[in-house]
């Protein structure tokens, strides 16, 4: 819903940091003999977060630039230098900004600084410094950095006010917004002159609290009509009600039964709206039939307390603010409660699925096998030989033999293409960055040759 310069929902897309690549590096200088390698670690990747500011007031801006990316880590360095983290992003919304995503509420903004986490940075790729052992003193691997977390998230706003103003069209409530605080709503005598809620801060004897002007509602304004259930949401966050009534009725009605229609919209919305306290303003005292709209809504409305006044004039006004201010002080303010957690049921995902489509191709899907992928540098022979130990141990290449998987298949993981040709050496079988990749001795391999130095010695 958007109306000039407010909007109270937005569609933002995110993508955290990717991670810096780690540095493939080796010591070098005059008269150090064995420098070993001294590749840094890549930093790691920006956070997205979402912070609430009390300040601002709508989500207009964010509909202009939806698209929101935090910034990536830097590479590694030589000396074992770590390349530089990308900076946080930070995402200011109003106070009372509701976050989803696919449906599900991450989280309530309600005060001033809390904030949330939507989206990770990748880390950064490590160096081959960090892969140097005992038995492998000069590696020739790094890897690259891990890609940050990408989000579709919905924003609502929903408007945080001590004193909510309902009624039909043209009942007065941006007038009164007028008389009673420093807002400056467009007032009109003509209905729907208020296309979104409006703001004020009422200071009353010593006490100060909010004011939001609703736009007016219309019967079945619970179902989509008029302007519809966009700003019944915004009455929710409101810890009282003000219900300005127009004595010569609305399209038909008189009074009384304006003020009916309005409790029956409320409470179709939401039960809990009719349960917040109510006081009932019978607005334009100076017209003659004010005062019979003020006897028959008082008649029939007991349980909450009627008032008469005038927002043009200012008469009444004082009387109905004292009312206000007395229901505050005994109102307590909501607490947002955090919804209740269903027992979490611990699963293991599985490492890695393997399925084929209509056309013959192999598709291995899979968070982790996934990010082996896409940190694995395939112009590094080593990180290749790398990758094929990491799918042995998984247990992949197992699987892919027991699916049936021949030589010469296709497969896909990770969005790289391969070829089976009994492993996953290499990418491709004419790959260029692969040329001269030597399989690694066996055990055995390695005693034959042994006995054959052996026997040329002796001979």
């Not at 590694?76 to 106070?95: F, M, Q, S, W």
């Not at 200012?314 to 229901?327: I, P, R």
Request: glycine share 12%; charged share 30%; aromatic share 6%.
């Amino acid at each position: 819903m958007q109306s000039g310069s407010f909007l109270d929902r937005v569609k933002i897309y995110v993508t955290a940091g990717k991670g810096g690549d780690g540095c493939l590096s080796f010591r070098r200088e005059k008269f150090i003999e064995f420098g070993g390698p001294n590749g840094g670690n890549g930093g790691r990747g920006g956070d997205v977060i979402i912070r609430a500011e009390s300040n601002l007031t709508t989500l207009l801006e964010l509909a202009y630039n939806p698209h929101i990316e935090a910034q990536n880590g830097e590479k590694g360095g030589t000396y074992n230098k770590t390349g530089r983290a990308g900076e946080d992003k930070i995402i200011l919304v109003p106070c009372g900004t509701i976050i989803r995503q696919n449906g599900q509420i991450l989280a309530d903004l309600t005060q001033q600084g809390q904030e949330i986490i939507v989206a990770k940075g990748g880390n950064g790729g490590r160096g081959n410094q960090s892969f140097k052992t005992r038995n492998h003193t000069a590696p020739r691997i790094a890897e690259l950095g891990q890609p940050g977390e990408e989000v579709t998230l919905i924003l609502e706003l929903k408007v945080l006010a001590d004193l909510g103003l309902v009624g039909f069209p043209n009942a007065g409530k941006s007038t009164f917004l007028t008389r009673i605080s420093a807002a400056r709503p467009k007032i009109a005598d003509y209905p729907f002159t208020t296309l979104n809620p409006n703001l004020g801060i009422t200071m009353h004897k010593g006490r100060s609290f909010a004011t939001a002007d609703i736009p007016g509602i219309i019967e079945g304004a619970s179902e989509g009509k008029g302007l519809g259930y966009q700003f019944l949401k915004h009455i929710e966050r409101t810890r009282i009600l003000l219900h300005l009534v127009d004595p010569e009725g609305f399209d038909g009605m008189d009074a009384a039964q304006s003020v009916k229609v309005i409790e029956n919209e409320l409470k179709t919305f939401d039960k809990e709206l009719a349960k917040k306290p109510r006081i009932i303003a019978v607005n334009k005292m100076d017209l003659p039939c004010a005062q019979k709209a003020y006897e028959a809504i008082k008649k029939k409305c007991k349980k909450c307390k009627v008032m008469l006044m005038s927002a043009a004039t200012g008469e009444g006004v004082n009387e109905v603010l004292d009312e206000v201010v007395k229901v505050l002080s005994v109102t307590p303010v909501p607490v947002e409660k955090p919804a209740v957690k269903e027992a979490a049921l611990h699963t293991v995902e599985p490492m890695f699925r393997i399925e084929k489509d209509e056309d013959g191709v192999i598709h291995i899907t899979g968070k982790k096998v996934e990010e082996f992928i896409r940190m694995t540098n395939f112009a590094q022979p080593e990180a290749v030989t790398r990758l094929r130990g990491i799918f042995k141990k998984i247990g992949l290449e197992k699987a892919l033999l027991k699916f049936g998987v021949q030589d010469g298949d296709p497969l896909t993981v990770g969005g790289r293409e391969f070829e089976w040709n009994g492993n996953f050496d290499e990418e491709a079988p004419t790959a260029p960055e692969h040329t001269g990749y030597k399989r690694r001795e066996t055990k055995n391999e390695r005693l034959a040759k042994r006995r054959a130095r052996r026997e040329a010695k002796k001979q």
